[in-house]
């Protein structure tokens, strides 16, 4: 069975760090974009990051450019987001998605979440004092 587990979220204050994982199980992320996306209440998706494990590349949404860092396990099976310096604006449910390997090239923050077929149940990430 074929599975995508988000975990890491939580309440963390301003200034502070969180590390998301998202996890396949029932197969490999090898070959395959895998994107974090966060939504909030009464907005859209808005893409954040993704990696290629085809390409090697990485892309990133301008308003977590140079504090969010995605990176992936040696064994191609669990996903990382490192999030650092967390503000408030940042509160939202995080989710992980998985599809072909040239998506990472032409990600934007409003690239089409039907882009993407394989989606795990998402985790909250809370930024408060």
């Known amino acids: 069975q074929v599975q995508i587990v988000e975990s890491g979220g939580g309440l963390v204050q301003p200034g502070g760090s969180l590390r998301l994982s998202c996890t396949a199980s029932?197969?490999?992320?090898?070959?395959?974009?895998i994107a974090w996306f966060r939504q909030t209440p009464g907005k859209e998706h808005e893409g954040i990051s993704c990696?290629?494990?085809?390409?090697?590349?990485?892309n990133y949404a301008d308003s977590v450019k140079g504090r969010f860092t995605i990176s992936i396990d040696n064994a191609k099976t669990t996903v990382y987001l490192q999030m650092n310096n967390l503000k408030p604006e940042d509160t939202a449910v995080y989710s992980c998605?998985?599809?072909?390997?040239?998506?990472?090239?032409?990600?934007?923050?409003?690239?089409?979440?039907?882009?993407?077929?394989?989606w795990g149940q998402g985790t909250q990430v809370t930024v408060s004092s």
């Open positions: 990696i290629s494990t085809v390409h090697g590349n990485t």
């Open positions: 998605a998985v599809d072909h390997p040239s998506l990472c090239e032409e990600f934007t923050p409003n690239i089409e979440t039907s882009a993407f077929g394989s």
């Open positions: 029932g197969f490999s992320l090898d070959y395959y974009t």
